[in-house]
């Protein structure tokens, strides 16, 4: 278990508030400063779920109430739980430090196998909420137009003729990749933090956008918010 210094040093390193935290935790701002400070008892199970939140923003703990940067970290998971996860951690992304999202092949289907609709929606209005903060390019299928993230993202399809893998898409956000199998009975997701990595993959997806994206005949300007055909 991390102690509550560990949380205090962990929060200054990313340079968030309180409210911030608590509100991907599902937590009041006050109780998250009372756990900070010691003066709330919390479970095992809360506890985890505070390391393992900023475990996914990059940060490792050490003995004697260290903390310190993760040069490089992978984390594996196989489950809707993995995938919810992974998609928590582009929202933190996308509503913390905020900047450039790409995902590379998505198929709406994928998802909505693994996550119910209901779900989609909430993390579809929380990204609306923070659109301002980030931009997103999403590579879909030719000729999806159910695009799921269309309210808060940018789309443009595969070449027709281009063979692609539609059961495996790539998440690139920041210093970390995401790569989301659902080829299997079950998804499997695995996350890599790695900078150079990360770059080169985003600067290939920007090669290809530019040079083989095909833009849809309705555009890629965001739609208005009409959650109705995912009914």
């Given amino acids: 278990m991390i102690t509550p210094t560990q949380m205090r040093a962990a929060r200054a390193m990313l340079d968030v508030p309180q409210g911030h935290v608590a509100e991907h935790l599902g937590i009041a701002a006050n109780t998250l400063s009372k756990i900070e400070s010691g003066q709330s008892d919390i479970s095992m199970s809360r506890n985890a779920e505070i390391q393992r939140f900023y475990e996914r923003e990059g940060i490792a703990f050490t003995d004697n109430d260290g903390v310190k940067w993760e040069v490089e970290k992978v984390h594996q998971y196989v489950g809707k739980d993995g995938l919810v996860l992974l998609m928590d951690d582009t929202y933190s992304f996308a509503s913390g430090q905020g900047g450039e999202i790409r995902l590379y092949n998505a198929r709406p289907e994928n998802w909505l196998n693994f996550v119910s609709v209901e779900w989609f929606k909430n993390h579809a209005k929380r990204m609306i909420d923070v659109k301002?903060?980030?931009?997103?390019?999403?590579?879909?299928?030719?000729?999806?137009?159910?695009?799921?993230?269309?309210?808060?993202?940018?789309?443009?399809?595969?070449?027709?003729?281009?063979?692609v893998n539609h059961d495996q898409s790539i998440y690139i956000y920041g210093d970390k990749l995401g790569f989301v199998d659902f080829s299997g009975s079950d998804v499997k997701v695995t996350i890599l933090k790695n900078a150079d990595l990360a770059g080169g993959m985003k600067a290939l997806f920007d090669v290809a956008w530019d040079n083989v994206g095909v833009i849809p005949p309705f555009g890629?300007?965001?739609?208005?918010v009409d959650f109705s055909f995912l009914d």
């Fill in 132 to 163: 301002d903060n980030f931009s997103m390019r999403i590579f879909a299928e030719d000729g999806n137009e159910k695009l799921i993230s269309s309210f808060y993202a940018v789309h443009r399809w595969f070449p027709e003729d281009l063979e």
């Fill in 220 to 224: 890629e300007k965001l739609q208005e």
